[in-house]
């Protein structure tokens, strides 16, 4: 039997969600609008005269080749990040599912480090990496000989960033695919272990394909981070560089925007990054989510 709730006013569930529409109005919707608006302004620096130049910022920045070499920097960091990111976070899933002692103790010390702030993540791995005083980077020197150095070097600069990034989100990866394997029946993976299945088989053919709804839905997640919240990152770490080796998307934004104050081809920039996160959703929804496999 199907319970409703009844109301005494018909105004009453209005008014109730009324705060709610408020705050997606004012924080979500108009400064979207405004944004798109912005878009096809030419303003001075200070926003007292504006010109409605329809298309032009757009036709600009794909005109801009350092905008699209941005482009490309950011769907190859994005991608990096999110294979890192998920394999690495899988692969502690699975450990971590094991029978071990202190398991609560070993799964809330791989769960910390979501809490840091991507721009600490950043410096933290500035330390480890930086080629004057960084641990890891004078040992990568000494050890093997190589010249490290993301202060000079574009790729050297592009895997930090990927590392400090990935790093972030292993453990919020890591979260989900354990309460998805705390969920598949024991009794499927004894089974098979009874039949002689390896643990690898039973790990590709039993687990990883009831993770797929899980898996399917961190992929979408690990593309938005990548392309949004790893601001702070390239902020506190490469700021861009060297030669805008760094510089994603969202980061260019920033920089056309309050530092170069052109705000119609920031507000044009904000508008091709949104699109872009709209179309590669649409595009893993429609492909991707059909070789998901859903248990009733």
Same mark, same amino acid.
């Given at each position: 039997m199907i319970k409703r709730s009844f109301f005494k006013s018909r105004y009453l569930p209005y008014f109730l969600i009324l705060p709610q529409v408020i705050v997606t109005l004012t924080?979500?919707?108009?400064?979207?609008?405004?944004?798109? +608006?912005q878009s096809f302004l030419l303003s001075d620096p200070f926003g007292r005269q504006s010109k409605f130049v329809w298309f032009y910022n757009y036709i600009e920045l794909f005109s801009d080749p350092l905008y699209l070499k941005s482009i490309l920097i950011t769907?190859?960091?994005?991608?990096?990040?999110?294979?890192?990111?998920?394999?690495?976070?899988?692969?502690i899933a699975t450990m971590a599912n094991r029978a071990l002692r202190a398991t609560a103790l070993v799964r809330t010390l791989l769960i910390w480090p979501y809490a840091v702030a991507p721009a600490i993540s950043g410096i933290l791995w500035l330390f480890l990496l930086h080629p004057s005083y960084g641990i890891v980077a004078l040992g990568i020197k000494n050890v093997f000989g190589m010249n490290w150095n993301p202060v000079l070097n574009g790729t050297d600069a592009m895997v930090m960033i990927t590392m400090a990034s990935a790093w972030k989100q292993i453990s919020y990866n890591f979260v989900f695919f354990m309460a998805g394997m705390q969920a598949i029946p024991k009794s499927l993976i004894e089974a098979a272990?009874?039949?002689?299945?390896?643990?690898?088989?039973?790990?590709?053919? $039993?687990?990883?394909?009831?993770?797929?709804?899980?898996?399917?839905?961190l992929s979408v997640m690990n593309i938005i981070y990548s392309f949004f919240e790893t601001f702070g990152v390239i902020h506190t770490v490469t700021q861009g560089g060297p030669g805008g080796s760094t510089n994603i998307l969202?980061?260019?934004?920033?920089?056309?925007?309050?530092?170069?104050?052109? +705000?119609?081809?920031?507000?044009?920039?904000?508008?091709?990054? +949104?699109?872009? $996160?709209i179309?590669?959703?649409?595009?893993?929804?429609?492909?991707?989510?059909k070789k998901v496999q859903y248990t009733g």
């Open positions: 924080f979500f919707y108009w400064p979207a609008f405004q944004g798109l +608006m769907f190859v960091f994005s991608l990096s990040v999110a294979i890192v990111s998920l394999s690495l976070g899988l692969f272990a009874i039949d002689g299945a390896s643990p690898l088989r039973r790990f590709w053919s $039993i687990t990883f394909p009831l993770l797929s709804p899980t898996f399917f839905f969202v980061y260019k934004v920033y920089q056309d925007g309050f530092v170069g104050l052109n +705000m119609g081809s920031s507000s044009a920039q904000s508008v091709i990054l +949104m699109s872009l $996160i179309l590669i959703t649409v595009i893993q929804f429609r492909f991707v989510e």
